[in-house]
């Protein structure tokens, strides 16, 4: 299945990987979205909360864990754990000048941004091939009452392409109509 309407600005931290529902209700084993709105912001600041962080500098490895939350203009994130890895010769966490390479969501995974909503139980965002997975038993992808649910969900941020798998049976979609009128 193709869905052609753009999802808002993603965070290089906090994709929303939201899948914009407006399509016909359709059962399939997998489904694909080109989702062009998918993009990075990099020019927008970072804000980041968590009951503990513990940065290992030799490791170049941030672990935040204990309610976190990182919210990047209209987007939010939370999890239980988020461990940033990061690169670069003389770089800092704590000063700002890293380059994030991948970062590990764990522990009940939820994203926002404006109507859209993402959850499950893992995340994983690699920077260096643009890719953001969320996985589980169940990932919800939702816009107002519009629900999309699978087990995996892969979206290119470079083109916006997503996919949602099943979880060994088939995507499970609920379109509500009168959401189609809103647009």
């Given at each position: 299945m193709i869905l052609r309407r753009p999802l808002h600005n993603a965070a290089p931290m906090i994709v929303a990987a939201v899948l914009s529902l407006a399509a016909s209700p359709v059962l399939a084993q997998a489904t694909t979205s080109q989702m062009e709105g998918m993009k990075l912001s990099n020019d927008e600041p970072i804000q980041i909360e968590s009951d503990q962080l513990e940065i290992k500098e030799q490791e170049k490895t941030a672990y935040f864990t204990g309610n976190v939350k990182v919210v990047q203009g209209t987007t939010t994130m939370r999890a239980g754990k988020m461990t940033v890895l990061y690169t670069g010769e003389g770089s800092s966490m704590t000063s700002g000048n890293a380059d994030i390479d991948k970062i590990y969501l764990d522990d009940k995974v939820l994203l926002t941004s404006g109507t859209q909503q993402a959850t499950?139980?893992?995340?994983?965002?690699?920077?260096?091939?643009?890719?953001?997975?969320?996985?589980?038993?169940?990932?919800?992808?939702?816009?107002?009452?519009?629900?999309?649910?699978?087990?995996?969900?892969?979206?290119?941020?470079?083109?916006?392409?997503?996919?949602?798998?099943?979880?060994?049976?088939?995507?499970?979609?609920?379109?509500?109509?009168k959401s189609r009128q809103q647009q």
């Amino acid at each position: 299945m193709i869905l052609r309407r753009p999802l808002h600005n993603a965070a290089p931290m906090i994709v929303a990987a939201v899948l914009s529902l407006a399509a016909s209700p359709v059962l399939a084993q997998a489904t694909t979205s080109q989702m062009e709105g998918m993009k990075l912001s990099n020019d927008e600041p970072i804000q980041i909360e968590s009951d503990q962080l513990e940065i290992k500098e030799q490791e170049k490895t941030a672990y935040f864990t204990g309610n976190v939350k990182v919210v990047q203009g209209t987007t939010t994130m939370r999890a239980g754990k988020m461990t940033v890895l990061y690169t670069g010769e003389g770089s800092s966490m704590t000063s700002g000048n890293a380059d994030i390479d991948k970062i590990y969501l764990d522990d009940k995974v939820l994203l926002t941004s404006g109507t859209q909503q993402a959850t499950a139980q893992k995340g994983e965002f690699d920077m260096a091939s643009q890719t953001f997975i969320l996985t589980g038993e169940q990932v919800v992808l939702s816009e107002g009452t519009n629900v999309f649910k699978g087990c995996k969900l892969t979206v290119y941020m470079n083109t916006g392409e997503a996919r949602l798998d099943a979880c060994g049976g088939r995507v499970e979609i609920l379109l509500d109509p009168k959401s189609r009128q809103q647009q």
